[in-house]
């Protein structure tokens, strides 16, 4: 069974600061996808961006960026100049592709406080 | 430009009592799912369903039941309803064999059982 970890259950930063979300995940098979979702208070899940396994690039997203190491399993968000908006808890999420069973796998979530 | 439409958005129910939790997507999806979310544990798959007329259990199923009526629907429900269910509820749609994989969720159930 996939697994992901987000091992900080709580981070903050000064506003316009960059931060750094972590995520490990355990998989034997190679053809993936893997996600940071966004939840503000109001419970919405948002999708911030996606990393296709098979892509070495790095995936950017306006502010918002990933540092994905596969060989390492390692998916890490970085967000800069944060805003007081990205205030919100973010989850790691894996799915395998092309087996026809793909189940998405959430980690723990990380709570992110922006400090005005 | 509904998306996932999932009902109620809160429930109080009492311990015992059942209720089934609703959900549709206007997106022809393959792939539903409903979760549950507690705090410190994430979101935990209760059931998922990869076409219509199939489900699979994922990793907290016990105490529910869900139903695939169709493409466009799945339900979740709770047959004798336990404290231990108090939770958020989320249900969400994705395609299997086409995008990137991206999961569309619903804004999300509130179920407190006393």
């Known amino acids: 069974a996939q697994t992901v970890t987000q091992s900080q259950p709580e981070m903050s930063v000064q506003e316009a600061e960059t931060v750094t979300l972590s995520c490990t995940y355990d998989t034997s098979e190679s053809n993936y996808y893997l996600f940071w979702y966004k939840q503000p208070p109001s419970r919405q899940m948002i999708l911030v961006i996606r990393?296709?396994?098979?892509?070495?690039q790095n995936a950017t997203e306006n502010r918002f960026s990933v540092n994905f190491q596969k060989a390492a399993k390692s998916f890490s968000l970085k967000i800069s100049d944060s805003q007081l908006g990205d205030t919100a808890m973010y989850f790691c999420a894996f799915i395998l592709r092309g087996f026809g069973n793909e189940k998405l796998t959430f980690g723990t979530g990380t709570r992110l406080t922006i400090i005005p | 430009n509904a998306g996932v439409t999932q009902t109620p958005k809160f429930q109080v129910l009492k311990t015992g009592q059942s209720m089934t939790l609703q959900c549709a997507q206007d997106m022809n999806h393959n792939s539903m799912y409903w979760y549950r979310q507690d705090p410190g544990m994430g979101l935990r798959l209760i059931y998922y369903?990869?076409?219509?007329?199939?489900?699979d259990k994922g990793e907290v199923p016990n105490g529910y039941n869900v139903s695939r009526l169709n493409k466009r629907e799945f339900s979740l429900r709770l047959e004798s309803a336990a404290p231990s269910q108090t939770s958020v509820y989320f249900c969400a749609s994705s395609h299997r064999d086409r995008g990137l994989g991206e999961a569309f969720f619903g804004q999300g159930t509130r179920l407190t059982v006393v």
């Open positions: 369903s990869a076409s219509e007329g199939t489900t």
């Open positions: 990393q296709e396994a098979y892509k070495q």
